[in-house]
Structures are given as structure tokens and as C-alpha cells.
């Protein structure tokens, strides 16, 4: 039964592999047969068409050789032509000179490809030419001048491009001239514009990747198009494997690679009939097969189908295997890809918690690079910045890189090939250099870059919010490479960061500049407050305390002079009006006193606040004590007057709002400093509301700042004020 159940089941696979066997053979041989008459077919139809091409090239040499042929023969008539009249004119004289100069200007007028026509006398001499050109010129060293030298029987001659003494390429074309006796008299030469051929040729359609030329026999050469100038001159195009056939035939045709610009083409020359030049033209392999390549692809993906469809059920298993293989990728990219965005979040944070604490910009900018090399170990990351006159980069943060590297680029100017950063700020745009070796923008630093190892920079501007230009982000690398994904996103992150950095240290940096400023207007203020008080002062003495001094001396001469017993109501008037005149002069001298104390001038400061505190005492009724002694030596001026005017406001602040019942004043002298205090007794204030005190208070301030010196107030509610004001030696 087993053996029954068995068997059937071993035939039926037997069957089934033979089945497979015979359709896997018989598709194998279909397969085969298609393929070998497919090649057949496209390579007797590509063999076609390169016949074909060649048949044209051959008609394009062919007119381009009459072209050539015409344009020469051309040229030797007029040459001709010019030696001719030559011979009939006079030997010498101006008319000869002009005669010959206006020809020469005719035949490169007519004659177009002509750039200029000149005559050699036998010393080689320029004697004549059509362009008039300055200063006198000796070519007997030109091949064509010896040949027609040394040969008298040499006709008309064609040289190799050359480069004129002036910089310019010309084919020259040249006879000899003889005397009448046959002799050597000189040479007659037409300078052929090669950009004119260089335009027919041009003009010739031989396809994108056709070139037409213009050879001497030698293979060297004269004219092509496309151009190649540092080309002209050279035995290049075409190679040698046909180019040795041109002396011993007419015309022919080859297929080679050119050897100017590696294109492989289909090339056909001629002989130029009596001259020795050869016109090339060659039509592109690739371009002229680009059809052929397009049906032989069609025919080649329609044969495959059958071989790709018995394939499908592979493909099917290969593609299941390909997706679970790219999924296991997949996910191991994305697991590092987030431990990668952890750190550099966790490094962004760092950078901006410096940034909030108002870290230093140098300190910023080194942890910002370090957090960026952090995420590549290879990258050495580095950030300039840019100076107040726009034109200089200043070394900012460079951790990694050769510090004689980094000195070395301190301070140099922005501008178009100043490396990648000089660069990069002059554009205001990224350029990254992939290999500094090989690039324009590092030709000035490429050495000092090698010399440290340094292969590829990317660098980016930095701006503010407004686009104005802050500095440059920079990241070297010891190989060449370029940027990726990741990098454009390492160096957002960095010039965002350092930007903010940057804009809060300048924003700082004009805050304190403004402050000094203000510092300064202020003193100026005082200065000049100080000044108009003096001026008051001056104006109450010799004006008004002068004439109320004289007016009380004259009260005192009518009371004088009345009679012993005056009526007791005039005796009492007159008494009362000097009684008013006496307040009024203590009045005065008391404003003129706080205007300008006479004894801060003539004693100095202790003096001028002992007699302050006794006068301003008296007035409110208060005792006011000082202490201390006069400076020996004295301080400035400015410093002086400001701690007097201090202590002036602090004691009719106290005498005003404090209700103090005695105030203290001491004036202490330490070796490096001076300091002014003022206590009193009175009712106090909240120290903690002290941005909200009076603008007495203010106005202390302010001129402690001009005197550059330190005001500090203690206070509480129910016990007093007491005011401090500190100044160093050097600035007192």
C-alpha cells in the first residue's frame, strides 16, 4: 500500500521535473535565438549608420576644403598683386610709402579674414603695414622670413600659428620679393584672422559633439571648432593612425578618440589642392549612434520581458528579503539618529543656559564649537568674527584647530577668494571648498592649510536678525568631504546660537558705551551747572551785594545826620529799613554761599563743609557735627565740588523729609581711597523702595557717577539714613 501510495507520487515528480527540464531548455534556446538575431540586426544597422555619418563628414570636408581653398587663393593674388606694384612704383620716396600703405589697407579691407597684410625688407625690417603700428619691428627670425630667405624658389608659404609680438594668433601667409635682378628683397606676408575660420567652422552644424579643423600636414594644429586655443600649434587631432596617410592621399577616414577632448569620433580629412593644409572633420560616435542606441534599447527591453517574467518569482522573494533587511537598517538609523538628536539637544541647552547667565562671548563661543566637534569627532569647528569696519575677521572660538593656524588668519580681510571664510562673508552666503588643494578660493592659503593638515573648510556667515553680518561658522576637516544632511543641520544650529550670542554681547557692549556716554554728558552737565553757579555768585557779588551794601552805608548817613531827637515814627521807619536791608544781605550771602562756597576755592573741602554745616545748621535749627580733616594734598576740583554738593542735598534731605534731630558728617582719608558719610537720626525709609526716593536722591547719584565714585545708601523706617560715598585715590 505504501509502495502504491508511493509510487504514483514518485512518477508525477519525475514527470514534473522533465516538464521543467524541457520548458527551462527550450526557453534557454528561445531565448538564445532572440538575442543572436537581435545583435545581428542592430549590429549590421549600427555599421549603417556610421557609414552613413561618414558619407557626410566626407561632403562637409569636402566644401570646407573649397572654402579654405578659395580664402587662401585669395590671399595669394592680393600678396601677388601688392609685390607687383611694388616694383612698378619708384624705389623711394613718400608717394611709394603711401601708395603701398593705402594697398595694403585695401586688401584687408576687402578681405575680411585679414587681420593685417606687412612688408619685410631683406634685413628683415617692418618697412610697411597696413595697421601703422608704432615703434620699428625686426622679424627675421620668423620661420617665414628664413624660408623665403634661403629658397628662392619657394612660392607661396603657410606657417604654423603663431602668437604676434602683441599677443595675437595669426596663420601668416607670405611670398618672397625679389629685386630686379632676382635677389632677395624681402617678404610680403597676410596675417589670417583664425577667429574668422574659427566662426565658418563654427557655423557648420557637425552636431553637439562634431569638431571641425583646420590641419597642416604634419597633424599640426591651426584652427578648430569647438575652440581650443591652448591647443593651436600642437600636433594633437588627429592622432597618428591616419594622420601619416595625408602626404600620400587625397582624403580619408577614420574612427578614433580625440586626443584634445576624449570625445571618439568619426573623422574625415582633405587635402587643400596646391596647399599644404588639411581641413578635418570629425562628427561625434555617440551622438551620431544616439538613435540607434534608443531602438537597440526598445529591442533589447522588449527580448528581456520573457527572461524577466520567469524572474518575477525570485524577484518577489529577493524583494521580501531586500524590505525586511532595509526595515532591520532602518530602524538601527533611527535609533541613532535619536541618540544623536538627544546630544545635540542636551549641547544646545548648555550653550544657551551660558547665554543667559551672560557667560563671557569667548567662553560662549568655545562651548558652542566644542558642543559641535562633539557630534563628529573628525570635524574641528571654528567661528571669526567680524570688526566694526566691516572689512576684517577676528579670531573668536577655535578649540581644535593649530592655534599657528589660527594667528596666522587673525585679522585678515574679507573679500572674493579669501578662503572660505573670507569668502563666505564677502558673498554672504555658504561656500564650502570640498578640497582646498584644488580650489581658487584658497590659492593665497592653500600652503599655510597644507602646512597644518587641513583638506576641505565649509563655511557660513552668521547675521543678526536683520541680515547684518556678524562673522563666519567655520568646519575643517583633515580629508576632503562634503557636507551631508546632518552637517547643514549641525551648522543651523550653531551660526542660530552663535548669532544670539554675538547679538547680546555687541547689544551689551553699546549698552556700557552708552552708559559711559551718559556718565560723561552728565559730568559735562554739572560742569557746567558748576560753572553758571559761579557765574551767579559772581553777578550777586559785584552787582547786588554791592549796591545793598552801599544802600545800607547810605541808611545809616541819613539816620547819622538827622537831628538828635527825630519824630519817633521817621527814626522807626528808618530803623525797620535797615533791619530789611541786613536780612536781605544775609539772605544773599547765604544764596551765593550755596551757589558757590568761597571756602571750598580758598580752604578746600573740610573747610567748606564745616562752614556749611554751621550756616545750614543755624538756618533749620539743627546741630550738625563734622568730622575728619583737610586732604593734604587736596583733591580735584570736579571730585570736591561733586562730594560737597552731595553732602548738600543729603543734609536738606534730612533737614526736609527725615525730621532728624542731629546729622553727623564725616570725611575719612585712607591711602587708596576717601570717603564722604552722612548720618542722621531721622524717620528712615525702606531701603528696598529705593528706585521709587526722591529725586534728591537722583541727583546724588548722578554725581557720584561724574565723580566716578561709589554712593550707597542705608536705610529702614524708624532708624535713620546713612549716606556713602566712596572714591578711589586715582580718581579723586
Not at 552708552?514 to 553777578?539: A, P
Not at 544764596?591 to 533749620?620: I, K, Q, T
Not at 554738593?645 to 564725616?666: F, P, S
Request: contains cysteine; proline residues 4%; hydrophobic residues 45%.
Amino acid at each position: 500500500m505504501t509502495a502504491n501510495l508511493s509510487g504514483p507520487t514518485d512518477v508525477d515528480s519525475s514527470r514534473d521535473r522533465r516538464v521543467r527540464a524541457r520548458i527551462v531548455i527550450v526557453t534557454a534556446l528561445l531565448v538564445l535565438v532572440i538575442l543572436a538575431i537581435l545583435v545581428l540586426s542592430l549590429l549590421q544597422r549600427r555599421q549603417e549608420i556610421l557609414s552613413a555619418a561618414e558619407r557626410t563628414a566626407q561632403n562637409l570636408a569636402q566644401v570646407i576644403e573649397e572654402q579654405t581653398k578659395g580664402s587662401v587663393a585669395a590671399v595669394e593674388v592680393a600678396l601677388t598683386a601688392t609685390a607687383t606694384t611694388m616694383r612698378l612704383l619708384p624705389a623711394k620716396g613718400e608717394k611709394r610709402k603711401a601708395i603701398i600703405h593705402d594697398l595694403l589697407v585695401e586688401n584687408v579691407r576687402k578681405l575680411p579674414f585679414l587681420r593685417a597684410i606687412w612688408i619685410l625688407d631683406a634685413r628683415g625690417d617692418m618697412i610697411h603695414d597696413s595697421e601703422s603700428l608704432p615703434g620699428r619691428y625686426n622679424l627675421s627670425d620668423r620661420e617665414y622670413f628664413r624660408v623665403h630667405r634661403d629658397d628662392p624658389a619657394h612660392g607661396l608659404y603657410v606657417e604654423r600659428p603663431i602668437r604676434s609680438r602683441l599677443g595675437v594668433w595669426f596663420i601668416g601667409i607670405s611670398r618672397r620679393i625679389d629685386k630686379p635682378d632676382g635677389t632677395f628683397a624681402g617678404v610680403i606676408v597676410a596675417a589670417l584672422e583664425p577667429k574668422y575660420l574659427q566662426r565658418f567652422y563654427e557655423s557648420i552644424d557637425v552636431g553637439k559633439e562634431g569638431a571641425v579643423a583646420l590641419m597642416q600636414p604634419d597633424g599640426t594644429l591651426m584652427v578648430r571648432a569647438p575652440a581650443r586655443e591652448d591647443k593651436i600649434g600642437e600636433k594633437l587631432d588627429p592622432v597618428a593612425a591616419y594622420v601619416g596617410k595625408v602626404p600620400h592621399a587625397a582624403s580619408g577616414s577614420g574612427r578614433t578618440v580625440s586626443a584634445i577632448d576624449g570625445v571618439a569620433r568619426i573623422y574625415t580629412y582633405r587635402h587643400v589642392a596646391g596647399k599644404p593644409l588639411v581641413v578635418l572633420v570629425g562628427l561625434g560616435e555617440t551622438e551620431s549612434l544616439a538613435g540607434w542606441r534608443a531602438v537597440a534599447r526598445a529591442q533589447v527591453l522588449a527580448s528581456l520581458a520573457f527572461v524577466l517574467m520567469i524572474s518575477w518569482l525570485s524577484y518577489l522573494v529577493l524583494r521580501e528579503l531586500h524590505s525586511r533587511s532595509a526595515l532591520s537598517r532602518a530602524l538601527a538609523l533611527d535609533i541613532a539618529a535619536r541618540k544623536q538628536t538627544e546630544a545635540l539637544l542636551e549641547g544646545q541647552r548648555r550653550a544657551l543656559e551660558l547665554v543667559a547667565v551672560g557667560a563671557p562671548l569667548p567662553q560662549m563661543l568655545d562651548m558652542l564649537v566644542r558642543i559641535v566637534e562633539e557630534q563628529a569627532p573628525k570635524m574641528l569647528g571654528s567661528i571669526l568674527l567680524l570688526e566694526a569696519d566691516g572689512v576684517h575677521l577676528r579670531h573668536g572660538a577655535a578649540p581644535s584647530l593649530p592655534e599657528g593656524f589660527t594667528r596666522a588668519i587673525d585679522g585678515e580681510a574679507i573679500g572674493e577668494n579669501a578662503g572660505s571664510c573670507g569668502t563666505a562673508a564677502f558673498r554672504r552666503e555658504p561656500v564650502v571648498v570640498e578640497d582646498i588643494a584644488t580650489d581658487p578660493l584658497w590659492r593665497d592659503y592653500r600652503e599655510l592649510a597644507a602646512a597644518h593638515d587641513l583638506r576641505a573648510c565649509w563655511s557660513t556667515p552668521i547675521f543678526d536678525a536683520q541680515r547684518r553680518l556678524l562673522g563666519t561658522f567655520a568646519l575643517y576637516f583633515r580629508t576632503p568631504c562634503r557636507p551631508s544632511e546632518r552637517h547643514r543641520t549641525l551648522i543651523a544650529m550653531a551660526t542660530y546660537i552663535a548669532a544670539i550670542a554675538i547679538t547680546k554681547s555687541l547689544e551689551e557692549a553699546k549698552l556700557r558705551n552708552l552708559l559711559l556716554r551718559l556718565r560723561d554728558q552728565s559730568r559735562r552737565l554739572l560742569e557746567v551747572e558748576e560753572t553758571e553757579r559761579r557765574s551767579i555768585n559772581r553777578e550777586l557779588h559785584d552787582r547786588i551785594g554791592q549796591n545793598l551794601s552801599i544802600l545800607n552805608l547810605n541808611l545809616n548817613l541819613i539816620r547819622s545826620g538827622l537831628s538828635t531827637n527825630p519824630p519817633t515814627a521817621q527814626g522807626g521807619r528808618i530803623a525797620e529799613a535797615q533791619r530789611l536791608l541786613e536780612s536781605t544781605i544775609m539772605q544773599v550771602r547765604n544764596v551765593m554761599a550755596d551757589l558757590h562756597p568761597p571756602a571750598l576755592e580758598d580752604f578746600g573741602l573740610f573747610a567748606a563743609l564745616c562752614a556749611h554745616a554751621e550756616s545750614f545748621g543755624a538756618r533749620v535749627g539743627m546741630p550738625i557735627v563734622v568730622h575728619g580733616k583737610e586732604f593734604v594734598p587736596r583733591l580735584s576740583p570736579a571730585v570736591e565740588i561733586s562730594l560737597f554738593r552731595i553732602a548738600q542735598e543729603a543734609l536738606a534731605n534730612a533737614a526736609k523729609h527725615a525730621h532728624a534731630k542731629r546729622i553727623e558728617v564725616t570725611l575719612a582719608n585712607a591711602p587708596e581711597r576717601v570717603t564722604l558719610t552722612i548720618a542722621d537720626d531721622g524717620t528712615g525709609f525702606d531701603a528696598a523702595r529705593l528706585g521709587m526716593a526722591s529725586w534728591g536722591i537722583t541727583i546724588m547719584r548722578e554725581r557720584a557717577e561724574a565723580a566716578r565714585a561709589a554712593l550707597s545708601i542705608e536705610s529702614a523706617p524708624g532708624r535713620g539714613t546713612r549716606v556713602v560715598v566712596e572714591a578711589t585715590r586715582e580718581t579723586a
